[in-house]
Every structure is written in C-alpha cells, then in structure tokens.
C-alpha cells in the first residue's frame, strides 16, 4: 500500500499565500489515484483558529474513512495551554491519528511534546530549515516520533538537508519525508547513512504533484522491501504505535470530561450558526 504521509487539505483565513488560503483536492485526487496511491494523511492549510480548521479536515476524512488520515494542526504558542484538549478532541471525536507543528509559526514546546507522549502519537514538524531544534526536543522525549518534514528544508538548504540526515542515524525517534526536496542526492545519502526505515514518502500535496513526489521514491532505486517501507511501511509502522491513542485519550487525565462534552457542544453549535460549515471536495 503507498501511503501519502503529508498533505493538506480545507481552506486557511489569511489569504496571503497558496497554503493560508486554500487546499482543494480534486485535482490531487485524481493525480494521486493515477500514481496508484492508496491512503493520505491530511493536515489542515494554515489558519489562525485551529479548531475550524481542524474541523474541516474531519469532516473530510469522515466523508471518506477508507481514503483519509487525519493530522491535527496545532500553534505551539497561540494554542498553548489547550493544546492537549484539542488534540484529544482530534483523536477520541475525529479518529485522528498525529500532531502537525510548523516551526515558521512556533517549534514544538514541550506541551506539545508531552501531549503527543501522553496520546501516543507522532509529530510531523517542519523546522523550516532549523534542523538544530531536532537536537532539542528528540532526546528530551524519546518515546515520541518525530516525522521532519521536507528532510529538513522545503527552501533547499543544503545545511538543514546534511543535518537532519544525519539525525535521522542518531536519533531512534526521528524520520523524515521526501516531500518537496529537489536535491535529489540528499534523499540517497539519507538511505544510505539513515536507512530506508527512517524515510516516508509524502507530497505536499495538493500544491506539489503527487505522482512526481512518488516517482523520485522510485528513482532511487531500492531494493522492492525496502521501497516498500518509504511508500508505506515506515507510516503505517508509526500509526499502528499511535492506534491505541482512541482507547486511551478518555483515561487520560488532564481533561475533565465537563471540558470535553462543552469542547463538542460548542462545535455542534458552530454547524448550527453556520461557522462550521462543510467543507465540500
């Protein structure tokens, strides 16, 4: 099975730019379908209220189970102090199944961390070429997975590339995926130096062709098992650690279950006001 592990999806409120304004998916589904990619793990696009935005990538992962992975985006600082709530929320009402942080908004914090600890679940981080911030918060919570994504640098700094590879070797808990990197040896000198277990194939979709994204996973010309993992096998190995994340997120304490019916009802009430309206494919 290939599994797309990034990609976003729903509509961002600052319209300033491609990935806070709108990430339709009608055209990644029909390039994805074509490069015979099975599943994708959404994200929501950038917007300044996570829980709308995170809402929209639930409606359409809900709308097509079989096809969606959700991902629950979150501000390290903006949101911090309800962090946990939210993301609960993502998993126990929503089926979500990781955190995504973007280091150009706010690295990952350490309730970040300790919220993805105490749900099991993995982190996708974009460092924005900051790879230096891995050596901080990777050895201070082994038990979490880091995904980073871009191998470091969606901007292609060289730097940021040779760094996270080399994480990748160090660290047990951090991965990487291939997603927007153009530097094509950096993605052969990460199996070579990190092994093929630590790389995931992802896109950036809808802004970045999928089936090109999956076509430099095949240029690189692994042996079929160890093609296997980056397409599918390495992501489908971290969700299945974050499966019991669903069972476990209502015993875990932190949240009282007054302040979560109120986190539900307060959604519900957005779709009657019309503030949480579908978002449509």
Known sequence: MIIDAHCHAGKGDLMTAPWNTDAPLTDYLRRACAAGINRTILMPAFHTDNWQANRQVAQIVARHPSRFIGFAFVHAKRDAGRIFRMVRHAV??????????????????????????????????????????????????????????????????????EQVIHQLARYPNVYADTSGVRQFDYLVRAVQIAGPRKLLFGSDGPWLHPGLELHKVKLLGLKPRDEALVLGGNISHLLRVASSARQLAPRVAGVGENDFVKTDNDDRQRELTGAGAKYRL
């Not at 914090?109 to 901080?136: F, G, I, K, N, Q």
């Not at 201070?140 to 901007?155: D, E, K, R």
């Open 92 to 161: 126990v009402r929503w089926g979500f199944r990781g955190i995504k942080v973007h280091g150009y908004e706010a690295m990952p914090t350490r309730e970040v961390c300790e919220t993805a600890r105490a749900l099991s679940l993995p982190v996708l981080v974009d460092v924005a070429s900051r790879a230096e911030t891995v050596d901080m918060f990777a050895p201070q919570y082994p038990m979490v997975n880091f995904i980073i994504a871009h191998l470091g640098s969606f901007t292609d700094s060289w730097k940021a590339h």
